[in-house]
């Protein structure tokens, strides 16, 4: 969750899930700060994520399935209006803490828009015309 200058080692844990099949045993890792999440992003298949914009927007890019949990105690609650867009748009789902898991099996199968950053170059053009 987020980024920071913690070098703390990411904590593993297994869990066994009640289904069968080749979901019956997953590997949970999760830290409170990591100097980078690409390499998590790279292993994982599923991203749990609080709902800031460079996370959210990281694990779209990296192709990830993602879930965006708003922290409600931020500033104006900016997290939750990004997380409702993009759920509404289709790229992720959103939770709460006490909905993770059904929005994990809301997750099989796959459901979701790919995502495709938009080209900056239009919004920078707009910038350098007003200097």
Request: no cysteine.
């Amino acid at each position: 969750q987020g980024r920071g200058k913690s070098r703390r080692a990411a904590k593993k844990r297994r869990r066994r899930s009640s289904g069968g099949g080749r979901n019956a045993t997953i590997r949970v890792e999760y830290f409170r700060l990591a100097p980078s999440l690409a390499a998590y992003m790279d292993a994982s298949s599923l991203i749990i994520s609080h709902a800031g914009a460079g996370s959210l927007f990281e694990g779209l890019n990296a192709g990830r399935r993602v879930i965006a949990v708003p922290n409600p105690d931020l500033m104006v609650n900016h997290q939750e209006e990004l997380a409702k867009h993009l759920a509404d748009s289709g790229f992720l789902l959103h939770a709460d803490l006490t909905s993770i898991p059904r929005a994990v099996a809301a997750m099989e199968p796959p459901r979701l828009s790919k995502y495709k950053p938009g080209n900056p170059a239009k919004m920078l053009k707009a910038i350098d015309a007003m200097f």
